[in-house]
T-cell receptor, first 113, second 110 residues
Framework: DADVTQTPRNRITKTGKRIMLECSQTKGHDRMYWYRQDPGLGLRLIYYSFDVKDINKGEISDGYSVSRQAQAKFSLSLESAIPNQTALYFC????????????FGSGTRLTVV | LAKTTQPISMDSYEGQEVNITCSHNNIATNDYITWYQQFPSQGPRFIIQGYKTKVTNEVASLFIPADRKSSTLSLPRVSLSDTAVYYCLVDEAAGNKLTFGGGTRVLVKP
């Protein structure tokens, strides 16, 4: 099983719909992140959480919300999806100071039509 | 906010050594330098991390000069499967939020 699992892997949704992307991890890491990647570009941080009671906005949080249900689970919601939210979404985890960087999931490809 | 600058793309051939240099002029005292590899439609994968001088693991080496304003990722004897995008990042220790730039697209040719 993957250390960081994202569901669904692919999703097509309509403009205005609410959609949730889920992330779960077995790394035991406290820190979790959501990134988005547009074609040919680097990753941009949406939200991050350093523990269950901690939620922080990243550089592009508008139009998104998150929920940290447990140490191992971090969900990203699009309250009312719009076409320019079509992108590849990645969840990641890390443990401060362990020297091994972030562990990323395989991504969710979201298309808003 | 420390930023990094790296070449947009590089071509190489199988069996050659690939060196990618990244500049990070505004790196802070507590920041580490980390490199990731990303294949199409996959999440980035951690390659190596360093603070100063040289770090080597089974995949790559990382060279960091004394002023730490740049770093060089060295991939020895690349193969076709090393074709990917390589990201250089500075780990902002205060916030621990990775900021990704555009990366370097490395194409390994037969």
């Amino acid at each position: 099983d993957a250390d960081v699992t994202q569901t669904p892997r692919n999703r097509i949704t309509k403009t205005g719909k609410r959609i949730m992307l889920e992330c779960s991890q077995t790394k035991g890491h406290d820190r979790m992140y959501w990134y988005r990647q547009d074609p040919g570009l680097g990753l941009r941080l949406i939200y991050y959480s350093f523990d269950v009671k901690d939620i922080n906005k990243g550089e592009i949080s508008d139009g998104y919300s998150v929920s940290r249900q447990a140490q191992a689970k971090f969900s990203l919601s699009l309250e009312s999806a719009i076409p320019n939210q079509t992108a590849l979404y990645f969840c990641a985890t890390s443990e401060a100071g362990d020297g091994y960087g972030y562990t990323f999931g395989s991504g969710t490809r979201l298309t808003v039509v | 906010l420390a930023k990094t600058t790296q070449p947009i793309s590089m071509d190489s051939y199988e069996g050659q050594e690939v060196n990618i240099t990244c500049s990070h002029n505004n790196i802070a005292t507590n920041d580490y330098i980390t490199w990731y590899q990303q294949f199409p439609s996959q999440g980035p994968r951690f390659i190596i991390q360093g603070y100063k001088t040289k770090v080597t693991n089974e995949v790559a080496s990382l060279f960091i000069p004394a002023d730490r304003k740049s770093s060089t990722l060295s991939l020895p004897r690349v193969s076709l499967s090393d074709t990917a995008v390589y990201y250089c990042l500075v780990d902002e220790a205060a916030g621990n939020k990775l900021t990704f730039g555009g990366g370097t697209r490395v194409l390994v040719k037969p």
